[in-house]
């Protein structure tokens, strides 16, 4: 699953516009990211234990650009610390 995580990665990376909840669910799935829904909220919230913030994702549908671009950093930020460990 991590080479389908890493495909999917490298095409937000390319083209952060047009993706759907679910993407981001599966990028999450991929990386072992962990992955609350809202309790009542519009924005999902992803976060590790290697980082000391967490990421906000809104359910809309597209998501913004900006949101999948802050979502490719973190993930960037996540497995740099794996990688240090």
Same mark, same amino acid.
């Given at each position: &699953?991590? =080479?389908? /995580?890493?495909?999917?990665?490298? #095409? &937000?990376?390319?083209?952060? #516009?047009?993706?759907?909840?679910? !993407?981001? #669910? @599966?990028?999450?799935?991929?990386?072992?990211?962990?992955?609350?829904?809202?309790?009542? /909220?519009?924005?999902?919230?992803?976060?590790?234990?290697?980082? =000391?913030?967490?990421? @906000?994702?809104?359910?809309? #549908?597209?998501?913004?650009?900006?949101?999948?671009?802050?979502?490719? @950093?973190?993930?960037?930020?996540?497995?740099?610390?794996?990688? !240090?460990?």
């Amino acid at each position: &699953m991590a =080479k389908r /995580g890493e495909k999917l990665l490298e #095409r &937000m990376r390319a083209n952060p #516009r047009d993706w759907r909840i679910d !993407d981001v #669910r @599966t990028l999450c799935a991929a990386f072992g990211l962990d992955w609350d829904r809202p309790a009542g /909220g519009s924005h999902y919230g992803v976060s590790d234990p290697s980082q =000391k913030r967490h990421v @906000t994702v809104p359910f809309a #549908r597209p998501l913004k650009p900006v949101y999948i671009r802050q979502l490719v @950093t973190y993930v960037d930020a996540v497995l740099a610390a794996r990688k !240090d460990e």
